[in-house]
């Protein structure tokens, strides 16, 4: 028999989730797990696997199923804007959504992918993209949400190649009219992107979550005094960051990423710091059972 206790525990327990398509292999639950734990907060974190025909009415229901907060991520991290009631200034500048908060039967965007990546980036990896050249493979929300906060950051030159390039053409469009002191280029080919002279390559596309998936560049365009970015963290060692090991240059996955922007929502959710000890080492552990 349930008792009237734990029936009342239940009902104010407040869920979250990961919200794609797929998203069974997500590490989110980990992090925000253990972080709920932590702070011996009431809550509960769900993967939310949705095919596109499910997305709008899985949306509509967030309220009434007491859900609290989602992470986006692919593919909806542009197509939940419509069903959202307010972004966030920076979420509306990206274009993207990686973040929802649900206060009030109201749903409102945010997107903490630039701000985890930035983070990790100087934090962890001790680059600054001051005066940088940059090289960007790919321009769907998780390069949008990157090149926005690098170019916070000032950088020389950012150039953006995207196999469709009237994607590419947007996005360097909106980052030419919000950011003055950076020069933007658009590659009309992976080689375009010159990579010889660029101080950080970071590809922000799925290839290389297969282990079909072609290698995207070339071997003799990777060089000592490049940092390669992988924002795939899964599988930890793609076949692009193998290569520029090989070659000398430096390299990271996107498991840091995962983490400060998973730590950002978790405190856009709660009004709470985020533990990022406990949840660095949530992501770690999962990461050795993948």
């Not at 009434?64 to 542009?78: D, H, Q, S, V």
Request: a positive charge; aromatic letters at 8%.
């Amino acid at each position: 028999m349930i008792t009237t206790a734990l029936m009342d525990k239940r009902f104010l327990r407040r869920i979250y989730g990961v919200l794609g398509y797929p998203a069974r292999h997500s590490l989110s639950p980990l992090m925000h797990k253990a972080a709920f734990s932590a702070l011996k907060i009431n809550a509960e974190y769900k993967i939310f696997e949705k095919k596109p025909d499910e997305l709008a009415g899985f949306m509509r229901s967030l309220a009434k199923e007491r859900i609290f907060g989602l992470n986006i991520t692919i593919p909806y991290k542009e197509k939940v804007i419509p069903f959202l009631d307010k972004l966030s200034p920076g979420a509306r500048l990206i274009a993207a959504v990686n973040t929802v908060k649900v206060s009030q039967n109201k749903l409102e965007g945010f997107n903490t992918d630039g701000e985890g990546f930035l983070e990790h980036l100087k934090k962890d990896l001790k680059f600054n993209p001051k005066d940088k050249t940059i090289s960007i493979i790919g321009a769907g929300g998780a390069s949008k949400a990157v090149s926005v906060y690098l170019s916070k950051a000032r950088p020389k030159l950012i150039t953006i190649y995207d196999i469709d390039k009237n994607k590419a053409l947007d996005l360097i469009g909106r980052l030419k009219d919000n950011f003055k002191n950076t020069g933007f280029i658009l590659a009309g080919s992976i080689e375009g992107l010159d990579i010889k002279n660029s101080d950080l390559l970071i590809n922000a596309t799925a290839i290389g979550m297969k282990e079909d998936d072609p290698l995207m560049v070339s071997e003799e365009s990777l060089h000592k005094r490049l940092l390669v970015y992988d924002l795939i963290y899964n599988p930890s060692e793609t076949k692009l960051l193998n290569l520029a090991k090989l070659k000398g240059a430096r390299v990271s996955n996107g498991l840091g990423m995962l983490l400060y922007q998973g730590c950002a929502s978790f405190e856009l959710w709660t009004a709470k710091p985020a533990p990022i000890k406990i949840m660095r080492q949530a992501l770690n552990e999962g990461v050795k059972k993948l």
